[in-house]
């Protein structure tokens, strides 16, 4: 595989001093994971918050999205289905006298653009995963409209879902197999996962993984017109179309979310830009007039922050094309903050008399039902037992050590890499910070020891598809004799 290429801020015409304001202020959001700036083609700037790296795939929720929608583009260059095709016609089998008249009305361009009529996603969270005695595709053909197709924006997960369930009724593959050899596979992108449902369908809406490196690839891809290596991978015409702005999304009163919606891409504020987006800031963003290119995985609950930044910070220092002046030291400043880059520890000064010990837990949401605690000088780690199994938590003092534990319950089997670093932050507390490396949550443990008993506080930086009291928790535990 070919390796991006690379060069200096001031070689493209963009000062190094003004990256480094940019990744400084990325640093100050303290969830960002990894990010790879583009200008002219060129990667000059790229970095990753440890424990986060370049080797581990990352939950892009609806940045996946944007993959169904290339998949589509290349059936229809194929010629085999038409935007205007009827999404009803493509499933003759779930066919009957209860599907509403307007559902019959609702073409693939109205669940592209996010215009199906539906007034809400029903695939429920992970509810699309649990085995039903009829498929969803047969269900989502069955619900009432709110409004008629193609009149209305309402951003729906399910639309994306029944354009996948389409590609995989033309092709008998799911979507990562139709589109390995047409763009995993040109970009040097290993067979990716993607959460699927009972029947193989790919979920659509969200649940891809891919490494930072692999989405920096199809940024790029896309701020090259859709070319890689001299040769036009996504058909011209299909890419335009589907980064522009063909729904009015400007109810959503947002700086950019209210620019239109193209085919499961967004328009931004800043002209001629657009992205693909996925929740906690999972970006693949594209800014023509700059000739600039963004990708980032992050777990960001304000993910729009990343985005201000460019247009407000970065895109005023730039002044054209040309290239500056070549700048040594300020080249060094930018390489030493990438270097350092990394996600809060626990700070603590204390050392600790606590010996460790199996201590047998209380009920709590993850049905953990013990945890044992292993202490040594540079750090120790935590064995959970849930259901039988035991899952192994390493963690270091003032550093990260990774294992793989299945803190929380996801139907990727991805998610058990993580990371933990702790600290003592009084002479029986220990402090623990959990990255889950494949999802974008950073877990919080606080462990008080007082005699026999230890309490535990967990919460977590975000709660998507899961409710607080799911996630976050306080229960007890007593050491077992």
């Given at each position: ?107 693939l361009h109205d669940l592209l653009t996010m215009r199906s009529g539906q007034p809400q996603c029903y695939l429920g969270g992970f509810e699309v995963l649990e085995p039903y005695t009829s498929p969803y595709a047969y269900r989502w053909l069955r619900k009432e409209l709110k409004w008629e197709p193609g009149t209305h924006f309402n951003y729906n997960s ?324």
């Amino acid at each position: 595989m070919k390796h991006l290429p690379c060069s200096t801020p001031e070689a493209e015409g963009v000062s190094s001093a003004a990256v480094l304001d940019f990744v400084n202020y990325l640093d100050t959001l303290e969830f960002l994971h990894g990010f790879v700036l583009f200008r002219h083609g060129k990667v000059i700037a790229r970095g990753n918050w440890k424990p986060y790296c370049d080797a581990q795939p990352h939950q892009l929720f609806s940045l996946s999205k944007s993959f169904v929608s290339m998949a589509i583009g290349f059936l229809r260059a194929e010629g085999r289905l038409e935007l205007t095709d009827r999404v009803v016609s493509f499933f003759p089998e779930y066919d009957g006298d209860d599907i509403p008249l307007q559902v019959r009305e609702i073409t693939l361009h109205d669940l592209l653009t996010m215009r199906s009529g539906q007034p809400q996603c029903y695939l429920g969270g992970f509810e699309v995963l649990e085995p039903y005695t009829s498929p969803y595709a047969y269900r989502w053909l069955r619900k009432e409209l709110k409004w008629e197709p193609g009149t209305h924006f309402n951003y729906n997960s399910g639309n994306t879902y029944m354009l996948s369930a389409v590609v995989t009724k033309l092709t008998g593959q799911p979507v990562t197999e139709y589109l390995w050899p047409r763009l995993f596979q040109p970009l040097g992108i290993e067979m990716p996962c993607w959460l699927s449902d009972p029947r193989g369908i790919n979920l659509g809406g969200w649940g891809l993984y891919l490494k930072l490196e692999d989405v920096a690839r199809f940024t790029l891809l896309l701020a090259q017109g859709g070319k890689w290596e001299g040769k036009q991978l996504i058909p011209e015409d299909y890419l335009k179309l589907a980064t522009s702005a063909l729904a009015d999304n400007s109810e959503n009163q947002r700086r950019d979310w209210e620019n239109g919606y193209g085919l499961q891409f967004w328009r931004c504020s800043e002209p001629s830009s657009f992205r693909g987006d996925g929740a906690y800031g999972q970006y693949a963003l594209v800014i023509p007039k700059y000739d600039m290119a963004l990708a980032t995985l992050s777990g960001l609950g304000e993910m729009g922050r990343i985005l201000t930044q460019v247009w407000d910070q970065l895109l005023p220092t730039i002044s054209g094309d040309a290239p500056l002046a070549p700048n040594p030291a300020e080249q060094e400043a930018l390489a030493r903050k990438l270097n350092s880059l990394g996600l809060p520890k626990p700070a603590g000064k204390y050392a600790t008399g606590v010996a460790g010990g199996t201590y047998l837990l209380e009920a709590n949401p993850h049905r953990f039902q013990s945890v044992r605690f292993e202490f040594s000088a540079g750090g120790g780690q935590l064995v959970l037992r849930r259901d039988g199994s035991d899952f192994v938590v390493p963690f270091g003092y003032g550093c990260w050590r990774e294992g793989r534990a299945q803190i929380y319950e996801t139907a990727s089997t991805l998610s058990k890499a993580i990371a933990a670093s702790a600290a003592w932050v009084e002479p029986n507390v220990l402090s623990l910070h959990l990255a889950c490396l494949n999802e974008p949550h950073l877990v919080r443990y606080r462990f008080q020891f007082e005699g026999d008993h230890v309490q535990v506080k967990r919460q977590f930086n975000m709660l998507f598809l899961y409710g607080e009291n799911e996630m976050n928790a306080e229960f007890s535990g007593t050491l077992q004799s």
